[in-house]
């Protein structure tokens, strides 16, 4: 991966299994913040350990396919299935992003802002939308328990 360094990339990780309204408007948000906007999307199996075992509903495959489709996508790096930190961080330290956007309220902020603060990258933070998650839709339409 090489990246131009004129540009202002900002990186976004996630899992976007069933895309909503959420999602397109913290991607939209996100581009907003730079030139470039790159994906990195969680294997299947790191989504099945975080969501259960009835997801992904969409492979990462296929996932892929629907966030490219997207006008504000740039790029989207299909992850290997993560375990660690370190790998997370090896993957921000090989793209430079100038930002790393998220959604108020990620669970890793801490972890995401110590990463962009050692490469002199910012981290935003976009308002969360107030729609239903990919969860309670899978819920509503009976997908998941």
Not at 33 to 47: F, K, T
Not at 71 to 81: A, G, H
């Amino acid at each position: 991966m090489e990246y131009n360094t004129h540009e202002k990339i900002v990186l976004v990780g996630g899992c976007f299994d069933v895309l909503h309204y959420g999602h397109i408007q913290f991607l939209i948000t996100a581009k907003n913040h730079g030139d470039r906007l790159i994906v990195a999307l969680e294997s299947d199996e790191n989504v099945k350990t975080r969501k259960g075992n009835n997801r992904p509903i969409h492979t990462q495959a296929q996932r892929k396919a629907m966030l490219l489709a997207l006008s504000c996508v740039d790029e989207v790096i299909e992850l290997p299935t993560m375990d660690t930190d370190q790998k997370y961080f090896n993957l921000v330290t090989t793209i430079k992003p100038s930002v790393i956007a998220i959604t108020e309220g990620d669970p890793y902020k801490e972890k995401k802002s110590s990463q962009a603060a050692s490469i002199g990258a910012s981290v935003i933070e976009i308002p969360k939308i107030h729609t239903p998650s990919t969860t309670q839709l899978a819920k509503l339409i009976g997908l998941e328990t």
